[in-house]
């Protein structure tokens, strides 16, 4: 099929700012809500011919999508390509019987719902309005709107939290029984007011993390779910694939289109981030032009490596001669004497168990020195 299958829409508006994110983000700013939509709508007219005929995965990020007017959101909706999986990112607070039925008269299939965690001091130190009730009340609207596959996205390393905290956070979420869970260690980048305010507790408890994601791990294939990919866990399902069709699709190295400010798109050996300015990223698009971005040419190396480095995330096996000119193969036969690499038949290659529990490091020693 010729054309891009994967298709990300970037809405950026929010009611508040966390202080860890670092998201492309606007917060309030509901009188331009309207006008972003329409700068979408006209991107994905200049862009839409790099779109296959029939589109795979559509995702709209944020920032947070619900919070997007309902008449923008809604017009927005009844403009993208239909596709066999469609999913919005939702905050808790955001969700109501209103908006659950927008969503499905849209022909949403997939809301991921940003918990976080279901600790209340927890989430006061993320900054996060939502609580642990409005998670579960909004899990419960979803699928009174009839929504079958929902994903919670859930944050460890949260500062102060402990490993009981971790438990309980795990054990809530699976009462909510969602058919994926997405666990992400918080990342809390340089100079932003949360490392700022609460730098040496992420440092002093940096030592744990292993042991924090085993944690996740062991609880949730222990309760049925695939361990698919690092940080991302399906319930298994003989009759449907559970897994973020859409974010395979990054893993996989499929190309994909990103609309929206701050979107990033790479197409064939091309990728390019949109402006992150909001004015800049309307006034273009209402002049009927591209928004300024940032262009780079992807080497093969480049390419390669990536390949490498988002396909050993997952648990299939990657062939090894798609990828051998980064690999060092010295390397390669060490990793796997250790038992952290696995070499089916010497014609693929995956991580181990114990491998893809070690993560990144295993990965980087695998990848060449070399330039192609």
Same mark, same amino acid.
């Given at each position: 099929?010729?054309?891009v299958?994967?298709?990300?829409?970037h809405?950026?508006?929010?009611?508040?700012r966390?202080g860890?994110?670092d998201?492309?983000?606007?917060?309030?700013?509901?009188?331009?809500?309207?006008?972003?939509?329409?700068?979408?709508l006209?991107?994905?007219?200049?862009?839409g011919d790099?779109l296959?005929?029939?589109?795979?995965?559509?995702?709209?990020?944020?920032?947070?999508?619900?919070?997007?007017?309902?008449?923008?959101?809604?017009?927005?909706?009844?403009a993208?390509?239909?596709?066999?999986?469609?999913?919005?990112e939702?905050?808790?607070?955001?969700?109501?019987?209103?908006?659950?039925?927008l969503?499905?008269?849209?022909?949403?299939?997939?809301?991921?719902?940003?918990?976080?965690?279901?600790?209340?001091?927890?989430?006061?130190?993320?900054?996060?309005?939502?609580?642990? +009730?409005d998670?579960?009340?909004?899990?419960?609207?979803?699928?009174?709107?009839?929504?079958?596959?929902?994903?919670?996205?859930?944050?460890?390393?949260?500062?102060?939290?402990s490993?009981?905290?971790?438990?309980a956070?795990?054990?809530?979420a699976?009462?909510?029984?969602?058919e994926?869970?997405?666990?992400?260690?918080?990342?809390?980048?340089?100079?932003?007011?949360?490392?700022?305010?609460?730098?040496?507790?992420?440092?002093?408890?940096?030592d744990?993390?292993?042991?924090?994601?085993?944690?996740?791990?062991?609880?949730?294939?222990?309760?049925?779910?695939?361990w698919?990919?690092?940080a991302?866990?399906?319930?298994?399902? +003989?009759?449907?694939d559970l897994?973020?069709?859409?974010?395979?699709g990054y893993?996989?190295?499929?190309?994909?289109?990103?609309?929206g400010?701050?979107a990033?798109?790479?197409?064939?050996?091309?990728r390019?981030?949109?402006t992150?300015?909001?004015?800049?990223?309307?006034d273009?698009?209402?002049?009927?032009v591209l928004?300024?971005?940032?262009?780079?040419?992807?080497?093969a190396?480049v390419?390669?490596r990536?390949?490498?480095?988002?396909?050993l995330?997952?648990?299939e096996?990657?062939?090894?001669?798609d990828?051998?000119?980064?690999?060092?193969?010295?390397?390669? +036969?060490?990793?796997?004497?250790l038992?952290?690499? +696995?070499?089916?038949g010497?014609?693929?290659l995956r991580?181990?168990?114990?491998g893809?529990?070690?993560?990144?490091?295993?990965?980087a020693?695998?990848?060449?020195?070399?330039?192609?």
């Open positions: 099929m010729n054309g299958s994967h298709l990300y829409v809405l950026p508006f929010c009611a508040h966390c860890y994110c998201f492309v983000t606007a917060v309030g700013r509901r009188d331009t809500h309207g006008a972003y939509v329409d700068a979408l006209r991107e994905l007219e200049l862009r790099l296959a005929d029939r589109v795979g995965t559509v995702f709209l990020g944020g920032g947070t999508p619900t919070f997007t007017e309902p008449a923008a959101l809604a017009r927005l909706l009844a993208l390509p239909s596709a066999d999986e469609v999913t919005v939702a905050n808790p607070e955001t969700v109501t019987p209103e908006l659950g039925a969503l499905a008269e849209a022909g949403i299939t997939r809301v991921s719902l940003g918990a976080q965690s279901f600790r209340p001091r927890l989430l006061d130190v993320l900054e996060r309005r939502a609580g642990p +009730d998670v579960r009340r909004a899990a419960r609207t979803l699928r009174e709107a009839g929504f079958d596959n929902l994903s919670l996205d859930l944050l460890y390393g949260i500062p102060g939290q490993p009981a905290d971790l438990d956070d795990i054990s809530e699976l009462e909510l029984a969602p994926h869970v997405s666990y992400y260690e918080l990342e809390a980048k340089p100079g932003t007011r949360f490392t700022h305010r609460h730098g040496e507790e992420l440092a002093r408890q940096a744990a993390m292993e042991g924090y994601f085993e944690r996740v791990v062991d609880r949730l294939t222990g309760a049925g779910y695939r698919y990919e690092t991302n866990f399906a319930r298994i399902d +003989d009759d449907r897994r973020a069709r859409h974010n395979l893993w996989l190295g499929h190309d994909y289109l990103g609309l400010v701050g990033v798109s790479t197409v064939a050996a091309l390019w981030r949109n992150t300015k909001l004015g800049a990223y309307v273009a698009l209402s002049e009927g928004p300024p971005g940032e262009p780079e040419a992807l080497s190396d390419r390669l990536e390949r490498v480095m988002l396909g995330r997952l648990d096996p990657l062939s090894i001669a990828v051998v000119p980064v690999l060092d193969l010295a390397a390669l +036969d060490r990793l796997e004497r038992e952290l690499v +696995d070499k089916g010497a014609t693929t991580l181990t168990d114990r893809r529990r070690l993560g990144a490091g295993v990965t020693e695998l990848l060449a020195y070399t330039d192609l």
